[in-house]
């Protein structure tokens, strides 16, 4: 196995680790962060865990980052993942982990944001040889498959040079993602969440020669949470996309990277079977924000007079202590710190980091 140095990974150390993933057959969680207070919980629970992670921000997620008083949405997007990403890259080399940078959905109105961060990874590139982020996500889903694709190897030729890949999307995963996504009928046995293996070989055979794509291939999935039996989950579409991939290129065993979106909300079993299909990357979200509220929810309802009163009207006594932000972002941070020593030992990742030790 090899080793890469700790920090935020792009070119060999980024197609090591995806390496790693196959051949360990685990998968690393893919966390969206919207503040300092989300990537330092991210960090904290990738370092305890021994394990490395994908740090990852939407374009809402990045606009927040930036400030929602920034009058201008458009470079609020791009400074706000800027900033993000250089945050990550002066602290992920202290955690000791690998971390693979990524920005989340954008489709075609938001390439323009995309654009902007992949110039600044060029300038970037330039001045120390390795770009800001390691990979983007390009979703063209609801497309036509050939422009999808057409769009996406032209985005991937002016990633590659940099030492960075693209996550693609074939099939719709359903839910909505910062104004991303399909709106989910009702019914489970919706034809446009299944992706079809003709269309992964199809976006393979085109993708692959140019430089490292990953495959968001939709097998029902969903954002966010829904009500049991209004989702049903095929992971058996993934290994179908393998087989067919494996077949015609003559490849070894499941040369896919495949992405698993809507991970929030699945079961064991699901998981484990999208991960044995050659998942190395599980998207979550809903989960992860759900635990921060919950975390601080709960702290506030322990000491409720302290959001009422700076002086406990019963007592008389200063309640600064109790009502100081890093009281209760902390308590959120660790919330999420526990959902995600969850999600390592669940997807394998715990203990497996490649980073080398100091």
């Known amino acids: ?45 990738a370092a305890s865990n021994g394990s490395d992670v994908v740090i990852q921000v939407s374009n809402g997620g990045a606009r927040f980052y930036a400030g929602e008083g920034l009058p201008d949405a458009h470079r609020a997007r791009v400074l706000g993942a800027a900033s993000m990403a250089r945050h990550v890259h002066l602290l992920a080399k202290e955690y000791g982990i690998a971390v ?34 390691t990979s983007h996500m390009l979703d063209l889903s609801t497309e036509p498959l050939e422009e999808n694709l057409a769009t996406s190897a032209s985005m991937l030729k002016r990633l590659a040079p940099l030492g960075m890949g693209l996550e693609i999307e074939l099939g719709v995963t359903g839910g909505e993602e910062d104004g991303i996504g399909h709106d989910l009928e009702e019914g489970a046995d919706n034809a446009h969440l299944y992706t079809q ?25 969903v954002h966010g949470v829904y009500k049991p039996g209004n989702v049903q989950l095929r992971p058996e579409i993934l290994k179908n996309s393998q087989d067919a991939v494996q077949k015609a290129t003559q490849s070894g065993p499941k040369p896919l990277p495949l992405v698993f979106h809507g991970g929030s909300g699945s079961t064991l079993a699901e998981i484990d079977a999208a991960v044995s299909y050659g998942v190395f990357k599980m998207n979550l979200d809903t989960d992860i924000q759900f635990a921060f509220a919950q975390g601080v929810g709960s702290y506030v309802l322990e000491h409720p007079v302290a959001f009422q009163h700076q002086i406990d009207p019963g007592t008389d ?42």
Request: proline share 5%; aromatic share 6%; net charge neutral.
């Open 1 to 45: 196995m090899s080793r890469v140095s700790p920090g935020v990974v792009s070119g060999a150390s980024y197609t090591a680790l995806i390496r790693a993933c196959h051949e360990g057959k685990y998968a690393l969680p893919a966390i969206n962060v919207v503040g300092t207070d989300s990537v330092n919980a991210v960090l904290e629970a």
């Open 100 to 133: 693979i940078l990524h920005t989340d959905h954008a489709d075609r109105k938001l390439i323009p944001w995309l654009d902007d961060l992949i110039t600044m990874s060029e300038d970037e590139f330039r001045t120390t040889g390795k770009p800001l982020f």
């Open 197 to 221: 293996p003709e269309d992964v070989l199809k976006a393979w055979n085109l993708l692959s020669p140019i430089g490292t794509v990953s495959i968001a291939a939709s097998f029902g999935n």
């Open 317 to 358: 006594k200063p309640m600064k202590s109790l009502y100081d932000p890093r009281k209760w972002l902390r308590v959120g941070e660790k919330s999420i710190v526990e959902r995600l020593d969850e999600a390592f030992e669940i997807l394998g990742s715990k203990g497996r980091s490649i980073a080398r030790k100091s």
